[in-house]
Nanobody, 125 residues
Framework: QVQLVESGGRLVQAGGSLRLSCAAS????????MGWFRQVPGKAREFVAV????????YYADSVKGRFTISRDNPKNTVYLQMNSLKPEDTAVYYC??????????????????WGQGTQVTVSS
């Protein structure tokens, strides 16, 4: 069992930066693939970024590539999402998620086993 708690979301102006954090409980954090997703009301949850268990492998949605960076600190049981050059269309609730299984694209919400409660990011124009 893994519990995830996101933090760091807030109101920010377009062009600004934020760093989201996701703290995980449990002793096996470094065996999970970790992802960030986002969701706006009335729309499906959208993949943002994923990082492999060691932190060496990352993958991003095209909409955030070059602006967002995902990383993890396994001794601290924490995954981060550094968001730069924020745009109003980045406004959403951001969720972190943990995936046990190996393989798969890790870009679908259905692949993940545990989710946090989400943190609101609002980008004003």
């Amino acid at each position: 069992q893994v519990q995830l708690v996101e933090s760091g979301g807030r109101l920010v102006q377009a062009g600004g930066s934020l760093r989201l954090s996701c703290a995980a409980s449990g002793r096996t954090f470094n065996s999970y693939t970790m992802g960030w997703f986002r969701q706006v009301p009335g729309k499906a949850r959208e993949f943002v970024a994923v990082v492999g268990w060691s932190g060496g492998a990352t993958y991003y949605a095209d909409s955030v590539k070059g602006r967002f960076t995902i990383s993890r600190d396994n001794p601290k049981n924490t995954v981060y999402l550094q968001m730069n050059s924020l745009k109003p269309e980045d406004t959403a609730v951001y969720y972190c998620a943990a995936k046990r299984s190996i393989g798969g694209a890790a870009t679908l919400p259905s692949e993940y086993d545990y989710w946090g409660q989400g943190t609101q990011v609002t980008v004003s124009s």
